[in-house]
C-alpha cells in the first residue's frame, strides 16, 4: 500500500533547502520580513557545524561555542521569527514553472521562491574507527580546528590541492604533518604541489592507505595505523590529529539539467546568490552556504550569503506583487 501523498493547497512565500548555517540565516531573514518559511532539514540537521566541537572563529562568541550549540541557537531564533521546520527529502524539483513544484515523497509544495542551501558533505574513508572519532581529532576542516593542533604531529588524508592547501596551513600549528596519498600520483597542480614537498614540516606517505584510526576506546585520535599499497607493510604511526583533504559532495544532484552546476557538482552561482540555467538566471530560486561555495566553506560565509538569499527573495517578491 502506497503513501498518500499531501498536496498544499496554498502557495508558500519562501521555501528554504537545509538547516545549515546559510538556510538558519536565510530563515531568520525571511522570517522577521513575515514571509513565514518552511525550513527542510535534510539528511543531515545543521550542517557541518552539527559535526563540529568548537567554533572559536564565529563572531560574538569569545570564548567559542560548541558547533551543535551554535546552530540549535540559530534554529530558535529562526523559528522566534515564525520559520517553519520540518524534515523532508527532496525527491524531486519543477523550477521551470511558477509557482515552483517541490515533491517530498509523501507532500508536494508549491512555492514563489526556493533558496537551496543544503550545503555539501565531507568525503570520508568510511573507516568506522574514522567515524567514532568525528570531533575528537577527526575533522574535515583545517581552518575550522587547526589551532588545537598546536604542538602537535598530525596527518591530511589526499593528493589533490586541497590537501596541499590544508597540509601548509597546519604546518602553521602543528610540529609535523604527514600527507597520506595511496597513490605515487597526485592531482594537485605542480605549483602546490611542489611548495608542500618543500616544506621542511610536512612529511609525504605515497602509496599508502589508512587502515585504522587508533584512539577510540579513549576516545581522542592517539595515531593511525597505514599500510603500503605496494609492499604491503603494516604501521602505528602516532599522532594527535586526522584530518580529511579529499574534497566535499555538494548536495545539488536534484537540480542536475535544470540548474548550471560546475563539474563538481556544485552550483555556478551569479553573485553568490543566483542561481542560473544555460546561462541565464532562473527567476526566484535562490543558492547559499557550501553548495555554491567551494572555496571558503565557513560558517561564517554560509551565514552571510544566506542573508544576501533573503534580501534578494524579499526584494523579488515585492518586484512580484507580494
Aim: aromatic share 8%; proline share 3%.
Amino acid at each position: 500500500m502506497s503513501n498518500t501523498v499531501i498536496t498544499e493547497t496554498t502557495t508558500r512565500d519562501t521555501v528554504i533547502l537545509g538547516s545549515g548555517c546559510g538556510g538558519l540565516t536565510a530563515a531568520i531573514y525571511t522570517g522577521r520580513a513575515n514571509l513565514k518559511p518552511l525550513v527542510i532539514e535534510g539528511h543531515e540537521p545543521g550542517g557541518q557545524l552539527s559535526i563540529t566541537t568548537l567554533v572559536e572563529n564565529f563572531p560574538g562568541w569569545p570564548e567559542g561555542v560548541q558547533g551543535p550549540e551554535l546552530v540549535e541557537n540559530m534554529r530558535k531564533q529562526a523559528k522566534k521569527f515564525g520559520a517553519e521546520v520540518g524534515m523532508g527529502h527532496l525527491v524531486s524539483a519543477d523550477l521551470s514553472k511558477s509557482p515552483i513544484v517541490l515533491n517530498f515523497g509523501n507532500k508536494i509544495v508549491h512555492t514563489r521562491t526556493l533558496i537551496v542551501a543544503s550545503g555539501a558533505s565531507a568525503r570520508w574513508l568510511g573507516l568506522p574507527s574514522e567515524q567514532a572519532l568525528i570531533g575528537h581529532g577527526v575533522s574535515s576542516c583545517a581552518t575550522c580546528d587547526g589551532f588545537f593542533f598546536s604542538g602537535k604531529e598530525i596527518c591530511v588524508i589526499g593528493g589533490g590541492d586541497s590537501a596541499m592547501e590544508e597540509a601548509m596551513f597546519l604546518t602553521r600549528f602543528a610540529t609535523k604533518v604527514y600527507l597520506i596519498h595511496r597513490s605515487a600520483q597526485f592531482r594537485a597542480s605542480k605549483i602546490m604541489l611542489a611548495r608542500a614537498m618543500a616544506h621542511p614540516q610536512i612529511e609525504f606517505l605515497t602509496s599508502t592507505v589508512v587502515e585504522e584510526v587508533l584512539g577510540v576506546e579513549e576516545k581522542e585520535v592517539k595515531g593511525i595505523r597505514v599500510r603500503h599499497t605496494v609492499t604491503g607493510d603494516v604501521k602505528d604511526i602516532p599522532l594527535s590529529g586526522f584530518f580529511l583533504g579529499i574534497g566535499h559532495i555538494p548536495n545539488a544532484k536534484f537540480f542536475s539539467g535544470q540548474m548550471d552546476l560546475d563539474e563538481d557538482g556544485y552550483i555556478r552561482s551569479k553573485d553568490n546568490v543566483f542561481t542560473t540555467h544555460n546561462g541565464h538566471v532562473i527567476p526566484g530560486v535562490f543558492c547559499a552556504g557550501d553548495v555554491q561555495d567551494r572555496r571558503y566553506r565557513q560558517a561564517i560565509t554560509a551565514a552571510g550569503s544566506g542573508c544576501m538569499a533573503a534580501l534578494e527573495v524579499e526584494k523579488y517578491l515585492e518586484e512580484h506583487g507580494r
